[in-house]
């Protein structure tokens, strides 16, 4: 079975500046998808930014990208010019490839995001 | 609009009674799930139907029941035999890109049985 662990239950930033959220994932598969979801206080899931295992490219959104470490099981999102809009909830998940996985999510805890004006 | 709705948006039920919270899409997605949150944790998932008539058990799936007659529409009974049933409880649906399926949230129903 997978893990997700999301270390830093909460993180702060300024307005403008760079915050890094941590999650690490523990696997025997070789083939998986990583995802950011951010949960707003409107408790609506949102998909930020997803990566896929075999890609070395780290995938990028606008100003949201990750720092995906596969050897190290390793995958962080860092967000670039925080927003007010930013602040929220945000989780890791990990998702097999194909199979009879069937598409299951396996969530980290969380990691709440606060943003200061 | 394509999208995913779940109703009510607060149900309150009290202990010993079942309780159906609706899900329905349509967005034409065939895979649909079920998941609970509970305050300090993330997601877990609950039930999971990959296509019309047929779902697994997910990770928790004791005291819940689930049918899927219908591609749109993915009902979840919490029954009396769910010991914690006060939960935040999250639908999703999913379109298929190669070997991933990219899951897309409604906006969640929030039960408290008293």
Redesign the interface.
């Known amino acids: 079975a997978q893990t997700?662990t999301?270390s830093q239950?909460e993180m702060s930033v300024q307005e403008a500046e760079t915050v890094t959220l941590s999650c690490t994932y523990d696997t025997s598969e070789s083939?998986y998808?990583l995802f950011w979801y951010k949960q707003p206080p409107?408790?609506?899931?949102?998909?930020v930014i997803?990566q896929?295992a075999y890609k070395q490219q780290n995938a990028t959104e606008n100003r949201f990208s990750v720092n995906f470490q596969k050897a190290a099981k390793s995958f962080s999102l860092k967000i670039s010019d925080s927003q007010l809009g930013d602040a929220a909830m945000y989780?890791c998940a990990f998702?097999n490839?194909?199979g009879t996985s069937?598409?299951?999510?396996?969530?980290?805890?969380?990691t709440i995001l606060t943003v200061h004006p | 609009d394509g999208g995913i709705t779940q109703s009510p948006k607060y149900l309150f039920r009290k202990e010993g009674q079942n309780v159906t919270l609706s899900c329905e899409q349509n967005l034409n997605h065939d895979?649909m799930?079920w998941?609970r949150q509970d305050p300090?944790?993330?997601?877990?998932?609950i039930y999971?139907s990959?296509i019309v008539n047929d779902f697994?058990k997910?990770d928790i799936a004791e005291g819940y029941s689930v049918s899927r007659e219908k591609k749109e529409s993915f009902p979840l009974t919490v029954t009396s035999a769910q010991k914690n049933p006060t939960a935040?409880y999250?639908c999703?649906s999913?379109i298929?890109y190669?070997?991933?399926?990219?899951?897309?949230?409604g906006?969640?129903t929030r039960l408290t049985v008293t």
């Open positions: 997700v999301q239950p083939d998808y409107s408790r609506q899931m949102i998909l997803r896929e989780f998702q490839a194909g069937y598409g299951k999510l396996t969530f980290g805890q969380g | 895979a799930y998941y300090g944790q993330g997601l877990r998932l999971y990959q697994q997910g935040f999250l999703a999913s298929v190669g070997t991933s399926y990219e899951q897309y949230f906006p969640g």
